[in-house]
């Protein structure tokens, strides 16, 4: 049978049915309607044979149904939840029908269990009771829980205490018990479960671990980089278990010496300032980006850096060790950066922003003020807005963005937040883009004017550049201080759990 066949099977299976109604009569032999529907996801439960008066053994089943008003499903209509319990008029219709499903892709867990597979293991829920609107503790009640139960999938919850937790459990678990681990927040917590891995001894076995997020921040960066508009869409993803690899960039602190990872973005300047000063504004739920970003807009901090590039076409390539049987030496110095646990950093080490052997494309303060500079690893910065037009999940680079020009064009850049993306054509905006493979950024501090240099919110020097003024950078959306960093992408480095659909071309 032709896939399109097995799914309009299931699709006139499904219109025969009222949203929920009770127990039907017995189906006719399924024909094909045409519905303005997808059902992506079905599953049964409550499954029952029994003898009628004529000796004929039926079979009642309750079907649960996601469905989609289009395929691939858009963000602009949610998903319906549903299911009905009809009866089949043998147990041959029965399985004929739960086949045509199976065969369609669409999860049937009872019958995984008449086939004799091996029940899943579970799925470890990291859940930010604080989180953005502090909307996640109700999406795992009324979507996650009920869909997971339907599905016959396995899970356990942990209800994070405080801000890294996360992070130390990530760091300690046995995750060979766990089927994926999920973070149901922003991009805060996923951003925990990402370096909780890299900071293992075993980073190379724990890296396969299926990792997800379901959306329940203010941002939800990941939302439309993984293809998942709707809740429903990321558990859905989780059900099915479709993953993609997908790179990660590793931000070296020369001063602090630490290494982050990150799955999202590192942002200085304009990008990195809305961000943290945003959290200010967390009363206002999913605006308060926005108001921030044109709070900002109109005081644009002028930045200064000395910066190398290595752009992807000019770099190396390295292999990574990824023998997931090895682990790292077990480390001594906590200051030693060289022997931090998770990938190696090519570029990191010994490398000055000026050297341009290893980062031939050069900013240097006399080409400054910089007024926006981010360096992306996916498209999307939040739900709504395209930051990256030249970067997917495994391009093997970072999308770096900043202005070259020495004034930004402010239209343009408001042009771009109501847009919600940035322009194709970035002159517009008065910024430039290369796909890097690494970098080097040395900032040397900022100001209002070319020749007023600020300290804190009182002290005015003139002509000078003063560090660590109150300037951050920001690592998918969480501060850090502004100081020297190495900025590295590494291929196809975590299992992330993404949409099916999901087209990034
Ligand atoms: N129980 C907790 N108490 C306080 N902070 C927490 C707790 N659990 C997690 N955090 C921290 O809260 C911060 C924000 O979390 P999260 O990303 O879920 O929401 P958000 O910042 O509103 O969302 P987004 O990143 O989409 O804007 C993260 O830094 C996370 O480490």
Redesign the pocket.
Same mark, same amino acid.
């Given at each position: 049978m032709a896939q399109g066949s097995k799914v309009s099977l299931a699709v006139s299976v499904l219109s025969r049915l009222s949203a929920s109604g009770p127990s039907r009569p017995r189906p006719r032999p399924p024909t094909t309607h045409s519905v303005p529907a997808r059902l992506v996801f079905a599953a049964t439960t409550s499954d029952t044979s029994s003898e009628n008066a004529t000796g004929t053994t039926t079979t009642r089943a309750t079907l649960h149904f996601l469905v989609t008003a289009t395929f691939p499903p858009t963000k602009e209509k949610p998903p319906t939840r549903t299911s009905a319990t009809f009866e089949f008029a043998s147990s041959v219709q029965y399985n004929e029908a739960m086949a045509a499903f199976k065969r369609a892709g669409i999860a049937c867990p009872q019958f995984d269990a008449q086939a004799g597979l091996a029940p899943r293991k579970p799925v470890y829920f990291f859940v @930010?009771? $604080? #989180? #953005?609107v502090k909307e996640a503790v109700k999406i795992f009640d009324s979507l996650i829980n009920p869909m997971l139960e339907t599905a016959g999938i396995p899970f356990e919850r942990l209800d994070?205490? $405080?801000? #890294?937790? %996360?992070e130390e459990v990530v760091q300690k678990v046995d995750y060979t018990k766990y089927s994926a681990l999920v973070a149901v *927040? #922003?991009? =805060?917590?996923l951003h925990?479960v990402v370096n909780g891995i890299m900071s293992r001894r075993d980073w190379r076995a724990a890296r396969t671990v299926p990792i997800g997020t379901i959306g329940? =921040? *203010?941002? @939800? %960066?990941m939302n439309p980089n993984l293809g998942h508009h709707f809740p429903e869409y990321g558990i859905l993803s989780i059900i099915k278990n479709t993953t993609r690899p997908m790179d990660i960039i590793s931000i070296t602190f020369h001063e602090s010496r630490k290494v982050v990872y990150s799955h999202l973005n590192m942002a200085w300047t304009y990008i990195a300032d809305l961000d943290i000063e945003s959290d200010q504004f967390r009363w206002m739920g999913r605006e308060k980006t926005t108001l921030s970003a044109l709070n900002r807009l109109f005081r644009l901090r002028k930045y200064r850096a000395n910066i190398g590039i290595l752009p992807l076409d000019l770099s190396p390539r390295h292999d990574q060790d990824l023998d997931p049987t090895k682990l790292d030496p077990i480390q001594t110095d906590p200051t030693d950066t060289t022997t931090f646990y998770g990938p190696t950093r090519y570029f990191t080490h010994n490398h000055a922003a000026t050297d341009q052997t290893t980062f031939p494309l050069q900013i240097t303060p006399a080409q400054t003020p910089l007024y926006y500079f981010t360096a992306n690893n996916l498209p999307y910065i939040s739900s709504t807005f395209k930051a990256s037009n030249n970067v997917t999940m495994a391009s093997s680079c970072m999308e770096v963005t900043y202005n070259s020009e020495r004034k930004v064009s402010r239209m343009g850049m408001i042009q771009s937040l109501l847009n919600e993306r940035v322009p194709d054509d970035l002159k517009a905006m008065g910024v430039t883009s290369v796909q890097a493979r690494a970098f080097r950024l040395d900032p040397l501090g900022w100001g209002w004017g070319m020749h007023e240099w600020k300290r804190g919110s009182e002290e005015v020097e003139k002509g000078k550049l003063i560090k660590d003024v109150g300037g951050h950078i920001a690592i998918s959306?969480?501060p850090y201080s502004m100081e020297s960093v190495t900025v590295e992408a590494h291929d196809k480095m975590i299992n992330m759990i993404c949409a099916s659909w999901l087209d990034e071309d």
């Open positions: @930010n009771p $604080f #989180g #953005g994070t205490q $405080f801000k #890294g937790h %996360a *927040s #922003g991009d =805060g917590v925990e329940a =921040g *203010s941002s @939800n %960066a959306g969480e």
